[in-house]
C-alpha cells in the first residue's frame, strides 16, 4: 500500500471514484428527483405564503373599512347631539331616549383606537374573509374540473416519482448482471 501511495495511485482512484459518482445514472436520477420534489414544494409553499398574505391583506383592508364605518357612525351621531341641543343643560324631555343614545354613540371613539391601535376581534373576520375567498374560489369551479385538476397534479408527482425510482430500479439491475 506504501509503494501505492508513493507513486500516486491510491490519489488517482479516489479522484476517479469521486468524478464517477456524477457520471452514474442512478445518482444523476437521484439527485434530478430531489430537484423535481423540492421544486415542487418551493411551488406550494409559495402559493400557501401568497395566500396567507393576500388574506392578511384583506383583514386589514375588512378592518380599515370597519373603522372608517365606525367613525362615520360617531361623526353621525356627534352630529344628531349637538344639532338637537342635547347637553344636560338644554335638553329636551322629548328627547332624552335619543340623547342618551346619541351621546353613547358619540362617546364610542375611545374604543375604536386605544394607544394607536384598533381594539377588535379579528379572528372572525379571519374566518369571514378566508370563507369568503374559498367560497369565491370554489363556485365557478365544477366538481369535474376540481377533481381532474387534482388528479392532474397527483399524477404527475406519482409518474414522474416513480419514473425516477424505476429509472434507478432498472439501472441497478442493470449493473449487478
Request: with cysteine; aromatic share 10%; hydrophobic share 40%.
Amino acid at each position: 500500500m506504501r509503494d501505492r501511495i508513493e507513486d500516486g495511485s491510491v490519489r488517482e482512484e479516489r479522484r476517479l471514484a469521486a468524478s464517477d459518482v456524477w457520471l452514474r445514472p442512478d445518482i444523476i436520477a437521484e439527485y434530478m428527483q430531489l430537484l423535481f420534489n423540492a421544486f415542487l414544494l418551493t411551488l406550494v409553499l409559495t402559493l400557501v405564503v401568497k395566500f396567507m398574505v393576500m388574506v392578511r391583506e384583506d383583514v386589514r383592508f375588512k378592518l380599515h373599512e370597519d373603522e372608517l364605518r365606525k367613525l362615520r357612525l360617531i361623526e353621525a351621531c356627534r352630529k344628531s347631539y349637538e344639532q338637537n341641543e342635547c347637553s344636560p343643560e338644554s335638553r329636551v324631555p322629548a328627547l332624552e331616549e335619543s340623547c342618551d343614545e346619541w351621546f353613547y354613540c358619540m362617546n364610542q371613539a375611545q374604543h375604536v383606537h386605544a394607544g394607536g391601535r384598533r381594539i377588535y376581534q379579528s379572528g372572525t373576520l379571519w374566518a369571514r374573509t378566508i370563507a369568503e375567498i374559498l367560497n369565491s374560489f370554489v363556485e365557478p369551479i365544477s366538481i369535474r374540473s376540481a377533481l381532474l385538476t387534482v388528479s392532474v397534479i397527483c399524477a404527475l408527482v406519482l409518474v414522474t416519482n416513480s419514473a425516477f425510482g424505476s429509472y434507478r430500479v432498472y439501472h441497478y439491475n442493470r449493473s449487478s448482471r
